[in-house]
């Protein structure tokens, strides 16, 4: 009860109002007990009015402080009334477009109209797995309360979704099943499962949904949907029940109103050839679907949503035939509503035979259409002894036909539904279910019939349940905090039920008068006004003797009894049943079988009824079937309410906010209707009862602690405080109860406390204001004291200075009056002087100009006797010149003519041109040359062409030859002299294998002493070099900012180009990964299943990185891919021939091989190794290009100060390095050739020529190779001259000539091996098998010699086009060179000139200087080329040792001895190595001086599974801290050096394939342990870099020691799984963040938004109830917020020292902490925006003050410039959003401000702006309406900013693994005995 004291003038409260319900008023007085009438003030009109009190109860209702409103939960609210509850709603919808409330445990959803981007899957992710009572209300709230009660406890729940027509109960089902699906789903994608459950939504929609005048797609049937989960909480089948299906719609509408949407929808695909057999037309032509007038709706299109109906068909598995079936059903429907029924004579009917309706629908169902033409028009009646047949009218008739119609749609929407749950079923046996039912509101029309009796009946049913479960949590919460409470009185609509279910009620009634022969609706309302009219819900109408009235618990409804019993019967005619199942399509015979045995629990099953004669409607039905459409609806409903009280319900109401379906438009009068009829008023009512507010007692006192006194205060005991507290405020004791954790208040007592909580701070502030007020008083009286005292000076001090002004200018006046009277007689005097003195001038003027003119004349005429004299003196001298010109012209022309003869004739001497232009005679001279070369070059290639004509005339003559072969004979004798004749060869093997022995040593020394030459030659050059780096010392500093800025600037374009690169191949990666742990998971499944325990598939794991490294070796960006594409391409197939003709394959194949062949394999080897050396060098120099120069900016401190002399030499370096590599490869290649042209073939070789033929072909497409590297370089040339064009165009008409040339060849070669192993084979299928029978008469010797003599021929023509080939090949090599050197000279006369021009215009100091920097870069132009001659002479002497060393082994595998000792390679002893320490990555390393070792370790091949294990698989983490950083994978690359030197391939293979592996499974075992996930990464970088830095590659060498160079890897290219690496640790760094997700998400909001830092800012506590039990007792309490923010900053940290002990490069810690910082700052972000309670001011400080401290943390551990700040700052600006000022002018700012926000979360921050106080204003509607509009009108253009409201919290940023050398020498690891590998052995 509320005190009489808050009825108060100036009191808020609600008066009713006919047409807003209720209206805002003020108290104009106060009331007193005993009062009957009261002053009010209307506040919108300030109307003044008189209402009535009689009574104390009817006094009106109290407004809630406006602190109150726009809460989530209305029982949070102080009063608790239907006012209340509906302008809260009101203001929720129509201000704040916030569509869902809560009212307790009851979700209140109002249909917005309106599309809303609050479905997505992030706003699922968003609620899965919170606390639903923190977040905003959503039905995903309600879901996943329902999800998470079902896993914690194992209790079955169900979601009843109800509420009128319209309101959104379908869609708010259908979201609540597709949460379901998602978080019920697999982890990755959605099961077939749940596609199905998803899919059977449209498929109900379309066959039980149709528009009417309230909602375009209204569900007119009822359905419960049980979705079943298994125990680990996946969906493995569904179930659904449907209840009373509107069967009067297929043959009747009202106006503006649809027919089911599945009859359009086919209407819709009439002209689709599928289906034009079911003879369909417009929706217009057909009776059934006219009615309403209405065939359209507004925005759906009926195709499209046709076409997602079949698609869901197709999921739920129902098959293309029978939905052609069903189609036709659908379409006879329609046919049959436009059979014309005609009257006859007499009480009869007819239908026209011709009639294409009824053929049509006897066409498509299969039926005769005779019987089915007599059974319309006719009915059966039986009797004891006969049956008769009478005919119907045209009435009965119609009723006939669209009584068949209803049952034909009803059994084939039960079918369909059976077939979904078939579809559905489980396979398994469930753990829980999660229902969903979605089910008509309470209806009332202004005439109700049969449908809306039963849909009321259900709906007291479940108000009922819902009464009880609301009473039984209310009682419960008091129960569980030890109150004492009485017993609280609720609405028991039990009654009622009992008037409609009992025996003799309503439907017993009902039951029996349908079995009454004659019975009729009459006398069924008769029989109810004389047995029921008593009871006090049952009520008869005044005006009526047809209908009758029922109290409901939400309102009285008059029903009419008309057709009560029809549609209670539900009959159908006997015959045409018969006739159906009759039917020759065997789908339409099984749908109408007789069903009576049968049991329906999903719905109104449609019976035949037999009925005696004599009845208004055609009676002559089955006696089967003796169950009524009352009594199954019943019992479907007695079986649903079992089923809910057997589940933990959860309650969503669904509100239609307006009739006009107009968005956002909120209707208080239809509203309140049905908060009425849904129970939300009855919840509020039963909270009311009790004690509806409940605060916990640090929120009390934290809210009212103003209203303390100090002595009262006991912070150790809150509880003890808030009893003190209340004792003094509220004197009635029963107001409130102390709970255990909270304190509970009756209604009203909270806006009482807020009401003297705002009057204490309403005194406090008077009595500052009064303090304040008097001290700006008394101020502002000294200021006015002090400012007259000033006036009065200042004024005195005015009028002496006006007296004194006064006495000056009386002065002054005289003195002007003197001055001016001077003037004027000056002024006279002057004036006479200058008219005086003009008139002189004048005449003086006159006189000289006379003068003047007399002389002038004068002059002229001397002048003109001067010039005519001059002109005759002139003519006459100019006469005489000419003649002298003439003579002496005529002399010099014949003197020119012969000097002009003299200078051609030494125009052609060659020294005279040489002194004039040395450098552009030379040229003209070698183009003349050249032009005389090329003319000999035609004449030698047409001499080749027709050599390669006879060629092919010789190869054509050859082919004949073909058959002569097969049909020769060997003879054993010739066997036997060719294996003595190899046996003699063999020896002559050996013999050179001696030579090339001793050539080896003598190649040796000479690179010893080339070596030794070229020490001294780098010796002095250094020095010239350090004496000249010391004078230009200081402009290299000058130079190196700009040249590091410019590097820099093209290093971070090249990262920009190659991130979204990268971040696609590591999302393949993390798909790789993904996809691979299902793989396993599924192996280790089925391997359970079978065997009985669980192996982990080692050889999977194998198996898949095999497979993968082909597809990963070249991981280079998409740069160095379209820049090297030719290179590429030449390197797979290079990958190729090697995995074909593999080095080791050949030699363990090759025991039983001659000598020939052992050197042909090491001249296979030599080559491909030539090969992969060559390619590496190519790739390695074209991706440092790319990657921005990074070999050129440390190669030894060089840095050219001059961009044009930086580019020359860079391309004068890569044109050498290209030739020679060009021309090595070509030698090799021409090298390999011949010895496989020459070398004799024996007996072996010949029994598989195809196989050799194969190996021909693969060296032809290396020469192709070759053939495009030189057109490459021929490019390259051609850029540097120009003149070269008619050369280039000759060598590539010789290249393509040459190719096609070689294709024939090859082709030809492989027809004749193919045809030679036919023969052979048709040779053993010709004997049996056996190919020995084939030599019996000596054929086999015979064919072998025709074989040898065709192979002879074939050589000789092969070495002579070979030899052509080469000669042009050296011609074209020298014409290379020649345009070369004319490049280079060239150049340096280009140099030259420049240097010239620069010279002369610059000072001696530059010119000094740019003499200095030429002459540098000659000498290290000349330094780079002697080292590559150096490396190439070392790389020769490895290979040789190589070739020696297989030569020894196979010599052996011979059975020859050797001194192998003399070739092996042994390295020379280590130089000294340092003995200081060495420090890196925070771990110290010592140097052993006492030995000198080869940075390797031994281990045996058995060893190997020990030394994964001891070193990977039980290497723990609290060990590996304690070891140098990345220690084990220093010590597996030592061992995979020991591989390396020994050339062991498999052991090689074995040893990365096993590491791999064990790291993968270490780290899935302990997936959950970021210790070790971390301690794995670091190794795998580490060991990634070592990979890179030993590789040999010279862009990884740059920062290496001379040792480390010494200590590459010299056998194999390990680029394939350094790709595999890669991804390794992108998996591995993907799971470091997965794990550290997990770790810090129940930390996030707690640290971020809860925890409040600063001291004194208090926040408005919640109010809001737990609407369910899922948190239980027994589980662990969560954390307070500071615990949380303290856990975050420790688990940071230590994760921070964590990867800097092992050693982690500090890029990818930054790239680590600005993911990890992304994702806590998108989950705060998230949980803001959904959290109405942190939106305050209050809160933004403390968010913000949080922010700064993670901020700070990160300045302290260096990582402020990791781009983890610029991640923050989307919470940064909400804070600031919240915390800044929102009034019109502030618009702009605020926009600024919130550049990181999109629109969406910017609006809906200040929707859930609540102020904490009252002195804080609300957010205005019309300012959220300015800033919406001003923000779309900014980012109109801006498509970069997201407009999602939540932000994706599974962003992954691209991560990047930079190459970091170590500087630990391999030579100083040791190995700690702790790790227990003493077997390793170090060299």
């Not at 709230?141 to 319209?166: D, L, P, T």
């Not at 009286?781 to 000033?790: D, Q």
């Not at 090689?1548 to 499974?1561: A, E, F, H, M, S």
Request: glycine letters at 4%; proline letters at 3%; charged letters at 30%.
């Amino acid at each position: 009860m509320i005190s009489d004291e808050l009825y108060c003038t100036g009191a808020r409260v609600w008066i009713p109002d006919p047409n807003e319900v209720w209206i805002a008023a003020t108290l104009s007085e106060k009331w007193t007990p005993g009062q009957t009438t009261l002053s009010i003030e209307i506040e919108d009109s300030l109307q003044a009015r008189q209402i009535k009190v009689p009574t104390r109860e009817k006094l009106p209702p109290l407004r809630n402080p406006d602190i109150l409103i726009g809460e989530n939960d209305l029982t949070s609210m102080s009063y608790l009334n239907e006012p209340e509850v509906l302008y809260n709603l009101q203001v929720r919808f129509a201000d704040r477009n916030c569509i869902y409330t809560y009212c307790g445990i009851v979700l209140v959803a109002i249909n917005p109209y309106d599309d809303l981007p609050i479905y997505g899957n992030e706003i699922v992710q968003a609620y899965n797995g919170q606390d639903s009572n923190n977040l905003d209300p959503h039905i995903y709230a309600v879901a996943e309360e329902a999800f998470k009660q079902m896993s914690r406890f194992e209790q079955n729940q169900s979601i009843i979704v109800s509420g009128e027509s319209g309101a959104g109960k379908t869609v708010s089902a259908k979201y609540a099943m597709r949460y379901f699906a998602i978080v019920g789903g697999s982890s990755h994608d959605e099961t077939q499962v749940e596609k199905k459950v998803l899919a059977s939504n449209p498929i109900m929609e379309a066959i039980g949904n149709a528009k009417t005048t309230r909602n375009d797609n209204s569900s007119r049937f009822g359905k419960y949907i049980e979705i079943d989960f298994k125990k680990d909480l996946t969906i493995i089948g569904a179930q659904m029940r449907t209840y009373l299906l509107e069967k009067s719609r297929v043959v009747f509408q009202a106006p503006e109103e649809r027919n089911y949407h599945i009859f359009y929808q086919l209407c819709a695909m009439r002209e689709d050839e599928e289906f034009s057999h079911l003879g369909l037309q417009c929706p217009e032509e057909f009776t059934y679907l006219s009615h309403g007038e209405c065939t359209e709706i507004d925005g759906v299109d009926d195709m499209v949503e046709f076409e997602a109906t079949k698609k869901a068909l197709d999921i739920l598995g129902l098959n293309k035939v029978t939905q052609q079936e069903m189609f036709k059903i659908f379409a006879a429907v329609l046919h049959l509503g436009n059979v014309s029924l005609t009257e006859r004579t007499g009480d009869s009917s007819k239908i026209p035979s011709t009639d294409p309706a009824l053929k049509s629908f006897c066409t498509l169902l299969g039926i005769d259409e005779d019987q089915t033409n007599k059974w319309l028009c006719n009915r059966q009646i039986q009797t004891v002894g006969e049956t008769l047949t009478k005919p119907l009218t045209v009435a009965q008739a119609s009723f006939s036909r669209d009584a068949l119609a209803k049952h034909v749609y009803a059994e084939l929407f039960q079918y369909i539904v059976t077939q979904i749950n078939k579809s559905l079923a489980c396979r398994e046996k469930s753990q829980s279910f999660i229902g969903v039912l979605d089910i008509y509101g309470f209806e009332t029309f202004e005439i109700n019939s049969f449908e809306q009796f039963c849909i009321n009946y259900a709906n007291e049913k479940l108000q009922q349940q819902f009464n009880l479960h609301v009473f039984k949590l209310e009682q419960e919460e008091y129960v569980k905090e030890q109150i004492e409470w009485s017993m609280i009185d609720f609405y028991d609509n039990q009654p009622c039920i009992d008037l409609i279910e009992a025996k003799l009620g309503i439907l017993d009634l009902l039951d029996e008068e349908c079995k009454v022969p004659n019975g009729s609706d009459a006398n069924w309302c008769t029989k109810m006004y004389e047995r029921l009219t008593k009871h006090k819900h049952f009520g008869k109408p005044k005006t009526s003797r047809t209908a009758f009235i029922i109290d409901h618990f939400a309102d009285k409804v008059q029903y009419e009894t008309d057709g009560f019993l029809d549609k209670n019967r539900d009959a159908v005619l006997e015959t045409q049943l018969k006739i159906l199942r009759a039917s020759t399509s065997e789908f339409v015979a099984d749908l109408f079988v007789d069903k009576s045995g049968a049991s329906d629990t999903s719905g109104a099953k449609k019976k035949t009824v037999q009925v005696r004669p004599g009845q208004k409607q055609p009676k002559g039905m089955s006696k089967a079937s003796k169950q009524t459409v009352g009594s199954q609806f019943r019992e479907s409903l007695r079986s649903l309410m079992t089923t809910l009280f057997s589940t933990t319900p959860h309650y969503v109401r669904c509100i239609k906010p307006n009739d006009e379906k107009a968005a956002f438009t909120f209707d208080p009068t239809r509203a309140v209707q049905q908060l009425r009829a849904c129970g939300v008023l009855e919840t509020i009512r039963i909270s009311a009862a009790g004690y509806p507010s409940r605060w916990t007692y640090p929120e009390f006192y934290q809210r009212y602690r103003v209203l303390c006194k100090f002595k009262q205060i006991q912070r150790n005991d809150m509880r003890q405080t808030c009893e003190k507290v209340l004792n003094g405020l509220i004197n009635d004791p029963d107001k409130y109860q102390f709970g255990k954790t909270k304190i509970f208040f009756r209604a009203g007592q909270v806006a009482y406390l807020e009401k003297l909580r705002s009057d204490k701070l309403q005194a406090c502030g008077i009595m500052i204001q009064k303090h304040v007020k008097g001290w700006i008083y008394k101020k502002k009286y000294l200021a006015i004291r002090k400012s007259t005292l000033l006036l009065q000076m200042y004024a005195r001090g005015y009028l002496a200075r006006k007296h004194a002004q006064f006495l000056r200018e009386t002065r002054a006046a005289i003195r002007i009056q003197k001055i001016y009277r001077g003037f004027c007689s000056r002024k006279s005097y002057y004036r006479h002087r200058k008219a005086v003195i003009t008139i002189q001038a004048l005449a003086r003027g006159i006189l000289a100009r006379k003068r003047y003119a007399e002389l002038l004349r004068n002059v002229k005429a001397v002048v003109i006797q001067k010039h005519v004299r001059r002109w005759l003196q002139v003519k006459k001298y100019r006469m005489v010149l000419k003649g002298i010109v003439l003579i002496q012209s005529h002399f010099r022309r014949r003197k020119a003519r012969l000097l002009f003869k003299m200078l051609k004739i030494e125009a052609k001497s060659v020294d005279h041109i040489k002194k004039v232009n040395k450098g552009l005679e030379n040229k003209i001279i070698e183009l003349q040359q050249k032009i005389e070369d090329m003319k000999k070059v035609q004449k030698d290639f047409d001499n080749d062409r027709s050599k390669l004509e006879n060629s092919q005339k010789e190869l054509e003559r050859l082919k004949g030859s073909e058959e002569h072969l097969r049909s020769a004979s060997n003879k054993i004798t010739e066997l036997e002299e060719i294996i003595a004749r190899l046996e003699a060869e063999l020896e002559k093997e050996r013999a050179e294998k001696q030579d090339l022995i001793s050539e080896k040593s003598l190649l040796a020394s000479n690179a010893h002493e080339k070596q030794q030459e070229q020490d001294e030659t780098d010796k002095s050059q250094k020095e010239q070099i350090l004496k000249l780096e010391e004078e230009m010392a200081e402009m290299k500093s000058k130079m190196q900012a700009e040249m590091n800025l410019r590097l820099d600037q093209e290093r971070k374009q090249v990262i920009q180009e190659m991130a979204v690169e990268r971040e696609h191949h590591q999302r393949l990666v993390k798909d790789h990964g993904r996809l691979q742990q299902r793989m396993e998971n599924l192996l280790e499944e089925r391997n359970a299943k079978i065997s009985g325990h669980a192996r982990h598939p080692s050889d999977v794991s194998s198996v898949s990185i095999d497979s993968s490294v082909p597809d990963s070796g070249i991981n280079f960006s998409d740069e160095v891919r379209h820049n090297n594409e030719s290179d590429f391409d030449s390197l797979r197939r290079r990958k190729k021939f090697e995995n074909t003709e593999s080095p080791l394959v050949t030699e363990s194949q090759t025991v039983n091989k001659t000598g020939d062949e052992t050197e042909k394999g090491a001249a296979e080897i030599a080559g491909s190794e030539d090969t992969k050396a060559e390619d590496r060098e190519t790739i390695a120099d074209d991706r440092s290009t790319i990657l921005g120069g990074e070999t050129s900016e440390t190669r030894d401190g060089d840095v050219d100060d001059s961009k044009p002399a930086n580019l020359d030499l860079g391309m004068m370096l890569k044109l050498q390095t290209r030739v020679r590599d060009l021309e090595k490869e070509r030698n090799q290649l021409l090298k390999e050739k011949e010895n496989v042209d020459r070398r004799p073939r024996s007996e072996s070789q010949y029994s598989d020529v195809a196989a050799d033929h194969q190996k021909l072909i693969e060296l032809e497409m290396e020469n192709a190779r070759l053939k495009e590297s030189l057109e490459r370089l021929q490019k390259a040339v051609a850029l540097g001259q120009g003149g070269n064009e008619e050369i280039t165009n000759q060598f590539t008409a010789l290249n393509e000539e040459l190719s096609r040339r070689r294709e024939e060849c090859i082709q030809l070669k492989s027809l004749l091996a193919s045809r030679t192993k036919d023969s052979i084979e048709t040779a053993k299928e010709s004997y049996g098998g056996n190919a020995e029978i084939l030599n019996e008469d000596g054929e086999l010797a015979s064919a072998y010699q025709t074989l040898k003599d065709v192979n002879r021929v074939l050589q000789r023509d092969l070495e002579l086009e070979k030899s052509g080939y080469k000669r042009k090949e050296l011609e074209l090599r020298a014409t290379i060179e020649e345009l070369k050197k004319d490049n280079n000279r060239q150049q340096d006369l280009i140099g030259q000139l420049n240097k010239v021009a620069s010279n002369l215009s610059m000072s001696p100091e530059q010119a000094m200087q740019n003499a200095l920097q030429f002459e540098i870069q000659r000498l290290m132009s000349e330094n780079l080329d002697m080292r590559e001659k150096c490396d190439q002479l070392e790389d020769k002497v490895r290979k040789l040792k190589k070739a020696v060393k297989i030569y020894s082994n196979r010599l052996k595998e011979h059975g020859v001895s050797g001194n192998s000792e003399g070739v092996s390679s042994k390295g020379k002893p280590e130089e000294g190595l340092e003995e200081d320490e060495e420090e890196e990555m925070g771990g110290k390393i010592k140097y052993q001086p006492t030995k000198n070792y080869m940075g390797m370790l031994e281990y045996k091949k058995e060893e190997e599974a020990a030394l994964v294990k001891q070193l990977v698989t039980d290497l723990k983490p609290r060990v590996a801290i304690t070891l140098i950083p990345t220690l084990p994978a220093y010590i597996l690359f030592m061992c995979l050096r020991h591989t390396d030197h020994l050339n062991e391939d498999s052991r090689c293979k074995t040893l990365l394939t096993n590491v791999i592996n064990g790291i993968k499974k270490v780290s899935k075992a302990h997936q959950d342990d970021i210790e070790t996930l971390i301690l794995w990464l670091s190794n795998t970088c580490r060991f990634l870099h070592l990979l890179k830095q030993y590789s040999g590659e010279k862009s990884f060498q740059v920062e290496n020691t001379e040792l480390q160079n010494n200590h590459c890897l010299r056998n194999f290219d390990l680029s394939e799984y350094r790709a595999i690496l890669n991804d390794l640790a992108v998996w591995l760094y993907q799971g470091v963040v997965k794990t550290a997700k997990e770790h810090i998400h129940p930390l996030i909001v707690g640290a971020l938004l809860e925890y409040e830092g600063i001291q004194g800012l208090s926040s408005k506590p919640s109010m809001s109830r737990q609407r369910s039990s899922s948190h239980s007792d027994t589980l662990e309490a969560p954390s307070t917020p500071e615990h949380c923010f303290e856990n975050l900053i420790k688990t940071l940290s230590s994760w921070v020292n964590l990867m800097r002990t092992h050693g982690f490069d500090t890029l990818v810690v930054n790239q680590l902490f600005k993911q990890l910082f992304y994702f806590i700052v998108a989950t705060a972000a998230n949980n803001l925006l959904l959290r109405k309670d942190m939106c305050n001011w209050s809160k933004g400080m403390q968010i913000r003050y949080n922010l700064s401290n993670l901020e700070q943390w990160l300045r302290d551990n260096r990582l402020h410039e990791c781009g983890a700040v610029e991640a923050m700052e989307p919470l940064i600006q909400a804070s600031q959003l919240l915390q800044a000022r929102k009034t019109a002018e502030d618009v702009d700012s605020i926009c600024e401000m919130c550049s990181q926000l999109s629109v969406a979360q910017i609006i809906k921050i200040l929707n859930l702006y609540t102020p904490v106080d009252e002195y804080e204003e609300r957010v205005p509607i019309s300012f959220i309406r300015k800033i919406q509009q001003t923000l779309k009108e900014k980012r109109k253009s801006d498509s970069s900013n997201p407009q999602a409201l939540l932000i994706d919290t599974k962003q992954f940023f691209p991560v990047m693994f930079p190459f970091c050398p170590s500087s630990i020498g391999l030579e100083s690891i040791d190995i700690p005995s702790v790790l227990k590998l003493g077997f390793l052995v170090r060299l």
